[in-house]
């Protein structure tokens, strides 16, 4: 492997687009999915809430992993595959925005892995955005984390839908989750199901296709 694809792992993987042609466009969705995956898995739940006029990004992770360690492991070890991953985030939405469409009307979604990413994109780079969406995800970092981030969300909907007894996320940090992107001015609607798996369920869905109708 050469230098700049050490630093930079996920700089060079594919990127799928589906959906609405740029110019009729109403929303840009970024999509990112969860360790292990593909892109494609998320742009088949896009499936799901049937929202014509929406173009979907979605990145794909090297390796099928966007960093190689729990998320809760000191960010450190996690590196460069975390930054790396960010950049691509970055990236996608610098291009949603040269076809027309501003952070306003861009929803940043992830599942697990990629909702963790997506979260923790979005209070890094924190700015009005259409939305931001955690399915089955909390922020990035061990236990007790400095969360100095800057900026506003400007009351940009962030969702937050996970288990109380998810096996990867502990419920502690989709709380401490919730509360930062308070601090930074999002509306959040937190949903904790009762002895659900790690997955994405119905209310789940229909929540997203209401945020993103």
């Known amino acids: 492997m050469n230098a700049p694809a050490a630093a930079d792992p996920h700089a060079d993987q594919r990127i799928v687009h589906r959906g609405a042609a740029w110019a009729q466009a109403r ?6 999915h969860g360790r292990g995956g593909a892109p494609e898995d998320l742009l088949a739940l896009a499936g799901e ?42 990236r996608v939405l610098g291009e ?29 780079h ?18 007790g984390t400095p969360r100095t981030y800057s900026g506003s969300l400007a009351g940009t909907p962030v969702f937050l839908g996970c288990s109380d007894v998810d096996p990867h996320i502990p419920l502690r940090r989709v709380r401490e989750s919730a509360d930062v992107f308070r ?25 997203v296709k209401a945020l993103l109708l």
């Open 49 to 90: 809430w049937n929202v014509p006029d929406i173009a979907y990004v979605a990145p794909a992770a090297a390796g099928r992993t966007w960093y190689p360690e729990s998320f809760l492991a000191p960010i450190d070890r996690n590196e460069p595959w975390l930054a790396s991953a960010l950049r691509t985030v970055e």
């Open 183 to 207: 601090r930074l001015g999002a509306l959040v609607d937190e949903r904790i199901y009762p002895d659900a798996g790690h997955t994405v369920n119905r209310d789940e869905i229909d929540a």
């Open 126 to 143: 924190a700015q009005r955005y259409r939305s931001v969406i955690g399915l089955s995800a909390g922020l990035i970092g061990p236990p």
């Open 96 to 124: 949603i925005e040269s076809h027309g469409i501003p952070a306003q009307r861009i929803a940043i979604l992830g599942f697990s892995q990629g909702g963790c990413l997506g979260l923790e994109f979005g209070a890094r």
């Open 27 to 32: 929303l840009g969705v970024i999509l990112l």
